[in-house]
């Protein structure tokens, strides 16, 4: 069954803090990796990735892909109060079959609580 | 304003009730998926409309059904419902169907509690 596990499943930290949040995932067919946040309903996009070893940057936010260990770490540097929230790591299978088509399967999710 | 309306906001309705939720599309857009998320979870995938036929569903039994309009406005429909059924209904409008979650919008979703 495909599956995508987040660590961990909650943080607190300080403002001007580094976090990293993890995401590995056990999927057939993988097309891309996204990553969301999602603060009170609506989850916003963040980074998509499809290839292993490139990073994307924007702003405090970066994030990285490596298919060869079936995982992705999205980084936030220099914390801010704005970044509570919870980050949503999602994969997108390649269309096979009409099961697939479209289908993100989502991690748990990590909630993100930066203090002042 | 996230481009994509879902309604209603909150809904409670009676264990064995059915009920409907309403999505909007973004203007452009013709791919409408329904998500549920149960709290403390992810989002997990109902099924995704595309030009108005079913393109694809995830593990949810038949009780859960949808519709696309022509408009690519859709709806989710949930036949005799059960308590395990209270969660946040996201839908996501996209175009196209074939790079999944690329160019989603997703809307603020609608709360549906099951007493």
């Known amino acids: 069954e495909d599956k995508v596990v987040q660590s961990p499943l909650s943080l607190v930290v300080h403002e001007g803090d580094t976090v990293t949040l993890n995401c590995s995932y056990e999927v057939t067919n993988f097309r891309s990796l996204l990553w969301y946040k999602q603060e009170k309903k609506a989850p916003t996009f963040l980074f998509m990735l499809?290839?292993?070893?490139i990073e994307k940057k924007s702003g405090r936010l970066s994030s990285i892909l490596d298919k060869k260990e079936l995982s992705s770490i999205l980084n936030i540097t220099a914390t801010q109060t704005g970044d509570s929230a919870i980050y949503l790591c999602?994969?997108?299978?390649?269309?096979?079959?009409?099961?697939?088509?479209?289908?993100?399967?989502f991690g748990q999710g990590t909630t993100l609580q930066v203090k002042p | 304003e996230t481009g994509v309306t879902q309604s209603p906001t909150h809904l409670i309705k009676t264990r064995g009730q059915q009920v409907t939720l309403r999505c909007s599309s973004q203007?452009?857009?013709?791919?409408v998926s329904w998500y549920q998320q149960a709290l403390g979870q992810g989002p997990q995938f109902i099924f995704q409309y595309y030009r108005e036929e079913e393109n694809g569903r995830g593990n949810f039994p038949p009780r859960f059904s949808g519709l696309q309009f022509p408009n690519y406005s859709s709806e989710l429909n949930v036949n005799a419902l059960e308590l395990d059924d209270s969660a946040l209904y996201l839908c996501?409008?996209?175009?196209?169907?074939?790079?999944?979650?690329?160019?989603?919008?997703f809307g603020s979703g609608t709360r549906l509690t099951v007493v």
């Open positions: 996501a409008s996209s175009f196209g169907s074939v790079q999944p979650g690329a160019g989603y919008t």
């Open positions: 499809t290839s292993s070893g």
């Open positions: 999602a994969v997108g299978l390649e269309p096979y079959g009409s099961g697939n088509t479209g289908k993100l399967i």
């Open positions: 203007s452009g857009h013709n791919t």
